[in-house]
């Protein structure tokens, strides 16, 4: 039993030292940091992260690791865990990191004006007037029979 404890206990420091790892702020940690505090990331992609930060200014995200030269979309999505930006806030993988890029649609378009459209709307026949009464003969008349000859008649 004294063995199942000592083997629990191993197992509870091996896993101690993940879940209490701290989390790295990409806009403040150094090279060094950098390179321990995250996984995927070695000396020369800290040594570019650091530059590129002095250079363009702080990160906005952790998705903004893909615009460091030398670190792709592999090793952004690696590091998500464990980096944050700024103020200590999680960076949480994005859909748009976990999707196919979209293409974008051209600024310039083809779209025709509102004054073309109108131009081109079929137009509607006028509804035709009917008479408020319609006319009716003034007399109603019968038919008149024909007369037949006599002769043309059967006998009876």
């Not at 079929?122 to 006319?135: D, E, G």
Request: charged residues 15%; glycine residues 8%; without cysteine.
């Amino acid at each position: 039993m004294k063995g199942l404890h000592v083997l629990l206990g191993l197992i509870l420091a091996l896993f101690s030292t993940v879940t209490f790892a701290q989390m790295v702020d990409i806009n403040t940690a150094t090279a060094d940091q950098l390179e321990k505090g995250l996984k995927g990331i070695g000396p020369a992609k800290a040594a570019a992260i650091v530059k590129y930060r002095q250079e363009h200014g702080a990160f906005q995200s952790v998705d903004d690791l893909g615009k460091v030269p030398g670190v792709g979309d592999k090793t952004v999505l690696g590091v998500k865990a464990s980096a944050t930006v700024g103020g200590g806030t999680s960076a949480l993988p994005s859909t748009s990191a976990l999707t196919k890029k979209v293409p974008t649609v051209p600024a310039t378009s083809t779209v025709p004006s509102t004054s073309t459209l109108t131009n081109k709307v079929p137009t509607v026949p006028a509804t035709p007037t009917v008479p408020a009464t319609p006319s009716v003969p003034a007399a109603v008349t019968t038919p008149v029979k024909p007369k037949i000859p006599a002769a043309a008649l059967p006998k009876q």
